[in-house]
């Protein structure tokens, strides 16, 4: 299976063909609302308004796995969006990206590009002992381990880089930026 194999279910409840895609850099990023890092909208949306026209495309998926903090219908996650950060980018049927139920974007997302830790400094070893209390396995294992973890993949489909949500989004642009 490859990248453009696979859909998504948009928020509406449609199909998006992730063919529809095939030639442009593609960050997938499972999303929270009521989460430490909701902020990463921001930085998402000016990478968005910066790199859409040359390619460069969102795919935004709610999920409630982590702390429950998606709790809204997809309609008020995406009004909290538009309202709060300017989102132009879409939105998915929120979803979930671990376990029984997961999407298959994530399996393959995962199956691509594992965990290879949470980085450097404060934010990254707070996290590790956080992690350590629900898994003792998590270093081990390829799941998403919480919101705003970001998947970015390159024209040809490759799945060429994983960023755990406490890396820095300068780090996370750069390596957009370098694709486009």
């Known amino acids: 299976m490859e990248f453009y194999d696979l859909t998504v279910q948009a928020a509406d409840g449609s199909e998006v063909a992730l063919a529809d895609f095939r030639g442009k850099v593609v960050l997938i990023v499972n999303t929270a609302t009521g989460c430490g890092f909701t902020p990463h909208y921001e930085p998402l949306e000016a990478m968005y308004e910066k790199y859409h026209e040359q390619g460069f495309e969102i795919i935004d998926v709610p999920c409630n796995q982590f702390h429950g903090q998606a709790p809204g219908t997809d309609e008020e996650i995406h009004q909290f969006c538009t309202?709060?950060?300017?989102?132009?980018?879409?939105?998915?049927?929120?979803?979930?990206?671990?376990?029984?139920?997961?999407?298959?974007?994530f399996t393959f997302l995962k199956s691509r590009k594992?965990?290879?830790?949470?980085?450097?400094?404060?934010?990254?070893?707070?996290?590790?002992?956080?992690?350590k209390k629900f898994?003792?396995?998590?270093?081990?294992?390829?799941?998403?381990?919480?919101?705003?973890?970001?998947?970015?993949?390159?024209?040809?489909?490759?799945?060429?880089?994983?960023?755990?949500?406490?890396?820095?989004?300068k780090q996370v642009e750069a390596c957009v930026a370098e694709l486009i």
């Open 114 to 131: 594992g965990f290879a830790g949470f980085g450097k400094g404060a934010k990254a070893l707070a996290f590790g002992a956080m992690m």
């Open 83 to 105: 309202l709060n950060y300017h989102t132009q980018f879409p939105q998915m049927k929120k979803s979930d990206v671990n376990g029984e139920h997961e999407i298959p974007l």
């Open 135 to 169: 898994d003792k396995d998590y270093k081990n294992n390829p799941d998403i381990k919480w919101n705003f973890t970001k998947f970015v993949v390159d024209r040809t489909g490759n799945v060429v880089a994983r960023f755990e949500p406490t890396e820095d989004m």
